[in-house]
């Protein structure tokens, strides 16, 4: 039988950054946690140096913390089709998210799909995999991108796994992808 691996979503900030979060991932008794690189709603990150990673990571392993899983922030739109520079911008940060998560040493990026605003669904579902085909053509870490299953609230995209299905074959680099389960959201 294989191991359950059982955490949750943890903090990252003040002194102990990254070393913090593994903390509280133990207290819980978790093997594996969740966290941000940084803030989920805006561009500020700390560089990879300051966030105590390598204390953490040690801690981790001695913790016994199994799977670091990192989550990518909200603010990425791969589905926006009004504004080309916030697409742009979204490719752009998604390839700075999943070196970061690299640097956790996690093979799990989640991603929210994105929102298509005015354009339709089936139009974001191309945009978001023609996005994902940008990062994924250039990046070459063990890192995969888990797609997580939307609430449905407003124009997000993903809250059927018939569009997430749609997003993951259009993509070039299937290998690379995955989806997320949020319980709370289906």
Request: net charge negative; glycine share 10%.
């Amino acid at each position: 039988m294989s191991e359950i691996l059982l955490g949750s979503h943890v903090g990252m900030s003040g002194k102990e950054m990254f070393l913090g979060s593994v903390k509280e991932a133990e207290s819980y008794g978790a093997n594996v946690l969740m966290v941000y690189t940084g803030a989920p709603q805006n561009t500020r990150r700390k560089e990879i140096g300051e966030l105590r990673l390598d204390e953490g990571l040690a801690y981790a392993e001695k913790a016994g913390i199994r799977e670091i899983v990192i989550h990518a922030p909200y603010i990425i739109n791969l589905g926006n089709m009004e504004k080309p520079e916030m697409f742009d911008f979204g490719v752009e940060f998604l390839a700075k998210e999943v070196k970061r998560a690299a640097a956790f040493h996690s093979k799990v990026l989640v991603l929210h799909p994105g929102s298509s605003l005015s354009a339709g669904v089936e139009a974001s579902v191309e945009q978001i995999a023609k996005g994902l085909n940008q990062v994924l053509n250039t990046d070459d870490s063990e890192v995969r991108i888990a797609l997580e299953t939307m609430a449905g609230k407003g124009s997000e995209v993903g809250s059927r796994f018939e569009e997430l299905r749609e997003i993951i074959d259009r993509t070039e680099h299937r290998e690379k992808l995955g989806v997320c389960l949020d319980t709370c959201h289906v």
